[in-house]
């Protein structure tokens, strides 16, 4: 059994309690406007073009056999539509400018990557989270990446955005100890707007999360007129309030992964950043619906 994955990070302290490895399947069913790892959407390997860390030297140009590579000026650029993400430039690229996405790895091979900081688990109440792309994709790889977790004492975490067959969602609420449940639209039409897909599924799962004998901490991706109006913001309350819950993790606008939009030759995405004051004006609209926000 085996996934695609495209990162590994250790020593996280923001996917969870404690310091953390995260490792990042590759795949999502969702495409959200605002996305800050688009090489983490397709199911596929890909290769990514640094421009700006090009060099010239034309390794790629000879190591390319599909004709994917020119010269342009002082740089080797993509010519579109022709790579095929074999990955053959990647490994000859002295500068990075070239880098594969997607590697793929059985559970045993996660399991030992996993296992390397086990001592800094034990010593801050941390563990493993299993983040995307979307991890619950992986479908019976997730779900015995998280028995193998429990076997071995490691607190388990899934970072998900909730779309998921319902019954494999289960599953997963019903093996890992923390959730971190991403809501992003409350209204159906306006998730599909901003997502690609409408929320029935994600809300439904979020209630049996809600039941589950894990740990849940909703989470909110928040974008400036995208998701932050006073409707949607008081739905949100009124769902999350009726379920317990009364504070949500808020995750504000940033353009950290915009580079990654160029270098898979895609547009940037038709989001911006807040401005220090309407990010208060934003959060005060929890504050009054009765939700204590924890920006993270
Ligand atoms: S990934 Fe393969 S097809 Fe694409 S540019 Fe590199 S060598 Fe060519
Ligand atoms: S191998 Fe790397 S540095 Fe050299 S031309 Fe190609 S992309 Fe640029």
């Known amino acids: 059994m085996s996934s695609l994955v495209y990162n590994i990070q250790r020593m996280s302290v923001d996917d969870g309690p404690g310091l953390r490895t995260t490792v990042f399947l590759k795949g999502c069913p969702l495409r ?12 596929e390997p890909q290769v990514l073009f640094f421009e700006r860390l090009c060099v010239g030297c034309g390794r790629c140009l000879e190591a390319c056999p599909h004709g994917a590579v020119e ?71 997730l779900l015995e990446l998280l028995a193998r977790c429990r076997q071995e004492g490691l607190h388990a975490c899934v970072d998900t955005c909730g779309a998921c067959p319902e019954g494999l969602f289960a599953e997963v609420a019903a093996t890992a100890d923390l959730l971190l ?24 799962n979020f209630r049996t999360a809600a039941a589950s004998p894990a740990e849940v901490r909703p989470r909110m991706p928040l974008m400036p007129e995208l998701n932050d109006s006073e409707d949607n913001v008081a739905a949100l309350a009124e769902l999350l309030l009726g379920l317990g819950f009364e504070e949500i ?48």
């Open 32 to 43: 959200c406007l605002w996305c800050s790892n688009p090489e983490s959407q397709a199911f």
């Open 71 to 141: 010269r342009r000026g002082s740089v080797c650029g993509r010519v579109p539509g022709r790579c095929r993400h074999c990955g053959r430039c990647v490994k000859t690229c002295p500068t990075a400018a070239r880098a594969g996405s997607g590697r793929r790895m059985d559970v045993e091979e996660v399991m030992a990557e996993v296992r390397r900081d086990d001592l800094f688990y034990q010593n801050s109440g941390g563990g493993v989270t299993f983040g995307g792309g979307e991890p619950t994709a992986g479908g019976q790889f």
């Open 181 to 204: 449940f991403d809501l992003k639209h409350l209204d159906p039409t306006a998730h599909a707007r901003l997502t690609g897909r409408d929320n029935a599924v994600i809300l439904d």
């Open 249 to 296: 993790e808020v995750m504000p606008c940033h353009a950290f992964g915009w580079s990654k939009y160029a270098a898979l030759d895609l547009p940037t995405p038709p989001v911006r950043a807040y401005e220090p004051e309407e990010l208060k004006s934003a959060l005060a609209r929890f504050a009054r619906h009765g939700l204590r926000t924890v920006v993270v």
